[in-house]
């Protein structure tokens, strides 16, 4: 969970400086780490959900409400800035630059009604994403056919 936190940090710009702060890990350019981390994101939850499906996990409630928080962690804020960026590209919209000490810096959004829906959907895919690697893990760790721990006491 460390690195998980580390990498997030480093993509939300917690670990680097702007002169306009912390910007989230938005960029009206797009981020090229949003791939890095929705890769890294969706890979890191297989080995998972293969020992739920084997049947191998003890606790899968544990276990999904884990990897689920480690997914929206690593997935969240990438999967937010890329479909938010390229739903309100895709219907022309721009961002503005601004004036004055932080022109080039601050980017305002030409069209504030098409942008917060825009970050709706990217709110929706990115918790879209969660909830389903956690109901996966969740489902696959409570199949019938699951191994079930034995004890050696009578």
């Not at 690195?3 to 710009?13: N, P, R």
């Not at 797009?30 to 020992?51: A, D, H």
């Not at 937010?80 to 080039?104: P, S």
């Not at 709706?120 to 079930?148: C, P, Q």
């Amino acid at each position: 969970m460390a690195s998980v936190a580390t990498l997030s940090a480093l993509y939300l710009g917690f670990l680097t400086y702007n002169y306009n702060g912390v910007q989230l890990g938005f960029n009206p350019e797009g981020n090229p780490m949003n791939t890095l981390m929705i890769l890294v994101g969706l890979f890191s939850t297989l080995p998972f959900i293969r020992q739920a499906y084997l049947g191998g996990v003890l606790h899968p409630l544990r276990i999904a409400t884990m990897v689920s928080i480690a997914v929206l962690l690593l997935i969240g804020p990438a999967l937010f800035n890329a479909v938010a960026l390229y739903a309100y590209q895709q219907g022309g919209g721009e961002f503005y630059g601004g004036q004055g000490d932080y022109a080039g810096e601050d980017h305002q959004p030409e069209d504030p009604i098409a942008w917060f829906q825009a970050k709706v959907m990217g709110f929706l895919s990115s918790i879209g994403i969660t909830f389903f690697v956690f109901f996966a893990l969740f489902h696959f760790g409570h199949r019938k056919d699951r191994i079930e721990p034995k004890s050696d006491l009578p």
